[in-house]
């Protein structure tokens, strides 16, 4: 059995899997470790691990992903109650962590690990560390490390490092109001230091006992709101549930209780492996299928075999659009509306040609469109599908067999009758939330939305978006921007407060077509997003047997009015691009955006994904640019991590649709660029080789 559990952590809600892998500990920081101190340890790869921790005036909710086998890192959201302005104010504070594991624990030795707490953010957890971690008998669990910072306060002593320079002797202080975000290179390591430990005891699967030696007084905490961290030892135990969350209570610190609940699973493995949707159509005998009725050549039919073909594919959620036979080959181009992988999407297709078409056809052509614009080619032979269908490799062998190519023009209009025009539209709930105001840490706004889409013919289209807010209290913020740059992003507390009860989400025209082989463009119009409207366009060259993509974007912007109707305010700029897209392997994917931002700023944006075959990506992106740390204001420059978790990895039913969060620590105007719906390189990438080939072990789904 199955079940989906919630872990609030102040800024969201995930669904979780039962049968993940097996969690390990996880400190109050949200990181591999035994209570309040770090371990050597790390997640498994590619995990993800949520984590809400409480204790005295304390909460912290954790978001890590172990991004390599020796790499994982952090993003931290922190309250501390009444810690601003002596007392009259709480401090939430953002901040990010990583840690690298030097060594691997063996029999012989321990696992070594090196990390940085709070290294990009306000400073208040400002510290590094180095740790070794041992098992031993199976079930103890020995760690042990010393600590600069605020691992460096409790019996420390003379920084180890000074005998390579004197600078290590002494720590440069945080800076009184500073804007946080930036690398504190210079306290790295530096100033007094002092040794960590601690032990677990696992009793059982389930329970384990942990005891730990803490280095960190407090010492802010104790002068600002009086906690008291003096008793330096911590005692706490940790029960793994069956849904595989994790709980811990701890005694900490001799005088406070602390409650935790942690969960780490591997995106890999969806709420539902094996799929819900149905089973691909068995090849049916090809002397039964030369005896259907539109197959006879002296037999009069109401339906030819394009008809009964493109009914069929219909069924399947694949609507055909072009359709033409050549001697012993037969094309048919499809747009996907239904399967997450393009590859599976031709997988049904070929079956469906194969059940339904005269055997003497044996050469099937797919062509994958979108919004009419061809996208790739895949040939395939009818005698491979009967040969390999029970193929224990079969869908690999197939993929050897078939030819992937890039087919820019298709074929000509009207072989599918009334395929064009098109009218699509879509009517259900939205949710819009913004994170980390001061004064609330969570706003949402929950409402209805009506899309629709209107696609005149091959490649033109229309689309918008119309929604009603009906519940929340986004528009409740108080929040005035204070930036000294061109209000880009900093206003969205206006548009929150002044938006018409039916406003434009947005409202576009698009021309999207193929000037030649590998090559994509794209015009877009209209109001394109939320605070801006305009003119865009974009080139993109997409080799198909190339991990290189480049492409240009120049795009003309005006600010639309507060009311997000119609008008616009009198702000405008012309922003541009060039972009480089470049697919490291094991997943994980390079973009980088150089070019002018909406606030008139010139720099770029690096952001790496790691993108698994189901469709699950986590990302984190830095954008850096000619403003100073000064004149961006909080945080110091744009940067953040996103997701996107496809509907069919949380339900098991076949879906394209996915859902999306951006977070960031805080939203200013510097870095801020364009949002354009259609950007060409995600447009186009599922249905590029790349990718097919990636997922085509679901060919024969």
């Known amino acids: 059995m199955r079940i989906a559990a919630c872990a609030i952590l102040g800024f969201g809600c995930v669904l979780l899997a039962e049968d993940s892998v097996r969690a390990q500990n996880l400190s109050t920081y949200g990181t591999p470790g035994l209570i309040d101190m770090p371990s050597a340890e790390v997640l498994p790869t590619a995990n993800l691990a949520f ?59 321990p696992a070594i690990g090196v990390g940085f707490r709070d290294f990009g953010g306000t400073g208040i957890y400002g510290s590094e560390y180095v740790v070794l971690t041992k098992t031993f008998a199976e079930r103890w669990k020995v760690t042990g490390g010393m600590g600069w910072g605020r691992l460096g306060q409790r019996n420390s002593f003379k920084n180890p490092l000074a005998v390579f320079d004197d600078k290590f002797e002494t720590r440069p202080p945080r800076g009184t109001g ?192 979108k919004n009419g614009v061809p996208i790739n080619t895949i040939e395939t032979q009818r005698s491979d599908l009967y040969e390999l269908e029970n193929d224990v490799d079969g869908a690999w062998r197939t993929l050897a067999r078939s030819v992937i ?28 939330l913004s994170f980390f105001d001061p004064d609330n840490p969570l706003r949402y706004e929950l409402g209805a939305e009506f899309k629709g889409d209107y696609v005149v013919q091959p490649g033109l289209f229309l689309t918008g978006a119309l929604r009603v807010p009906i519940i929340g209290n986004l528009d409740e913020t108080t929040r005035v921007s204070d930036s000294v740059l061109p209000h880009v992003r900093s206003d969205w507390a206006e548009y929150a407060r002044n938006q018409s009860s039916v406003y434009v989400q947005r409202l576009t025209a698009a021309y999207l077509w193929r000037p030649g082989e590998d090559l994509f463009a794209r015009v877009s119009g209209g109001y394109l997003e939320e605070m801006f409207g305009g003119v865009s366009a974009e080139m993109l060259w997409y080799p198909n047997d190339s991990r290189l993509a480049l492409g240009a974007e120049i795009n003309y912007a005006k600010k639309r009015d507060y009311d997000m109707l119609f008008g616009f305010q009198s702000y405008d700029v012309v922003t541009g691009h060039g972009s480089m897209y470049y697919d490291l392997g094991n997943e994980y994917n390079l973009q980088i955006d150089a070019g002018r931002y909406l606030a008139g700023d010139w720099g770029a944006t690096f952001t790496l994904d790691k993108e698994f075959n189901n469709g699950f990506k986590v990302g984190a992106f830095a954008t850096f640019t000619n403003v100073s740390a000064e004149e961006f204001g909080e945080g110091s420059f744009d940067k953040g991590i996103r997701f996107e978790v496809p509907v069919s990895w949380l339900t098991g039913k076949p879906t394209r649709s ?44």
């Open 51 to 109: 984590t809400g921790a409480a204790f005295k005036d304390t909460a912290r909710g954790t978001i890590t992903f172990q991004m390599l086998p020796w790499v994982y890192g952090s993003f931290r959201y922190s309250y501390i109650k009444d810690f601003n302005r002596g007392g009259a104010e709480s401090r939430y504070d953002r901040s990010f962590d990583i840690h690298f594991r030097l060594r691997e624990e063996t029999a012989r030795g």
């Open 178 to 369: 500073s804007t946080g975000g930036k690398l504190a290179y210079d306290q790295w390591f530096r100033g007094p230091a002092a040794l960590f430990g601690g032990l677990e005891y696992r009793l059982n699967d389930r329970l384990s006992l942990l005891a730990e030696y803490s280095s960190d007084e407090y010492q802010e905490e104790k002068q600002k709101i009086g906690f008291d961290a003096d008793f330096p030892l911590n005692f706490g135990v940790n029960y793994k549930f069956r849904n595989g969350v994790n709980m811990n209570a701890s005694y900490m610190y001799g005088n406070t209780l602390g409650l935790q609940l942690s969960y780490a699973f591997d995106p890999r493995n969806p709420l539902a492996p094996g799929g819900l949707d149905r089973a691909a159509p068995a090849l049916k005998p090809q002397n039964q299928v030369a005896a259907e009725s539109w197959n006879l050549p002296d037999q009069d039919s109401d339906m030819t075999a394009r008809d009964v073909l493109r009914a069929r594919l219909d069924k399947q959620g694949l609507r055909m659009t072009g359709y033409g036979v050549e001697g012993n080959r037969a094309i048919v181009e499809i747009e996907n509306n239904r399967f997450s992988a393009s590859a599976q999407a031709a997988g049904r297709t070929a079956r469906t040609m194969a059940n339904t078409l005269d055997p003497s056809i044996e050469v099937f052509d797919i062509t994958l469109l």
């Open 658 to 701: 996915t859902v999306k969060q951006t977070i960031r620590p805080v939203l200013r105007d510097g870095g801020a660029r364009l949002i354009v719906d259609n950007r060409l390189h995600e447009y186009t990438r599922d249905e590029r080789a790349g990718r097919l080939v990636g997922q085509w072990g679901r060919f024969y789904r």
């Open 405 to 432: 190519r890039d087919e820019p023009y298709g074929l000509p209009p009207g072989t599918v009758p009334g395929a064009f025009p098109h009218t699509g539209y879509r009517f259900g709930p939205y949710l819009r």
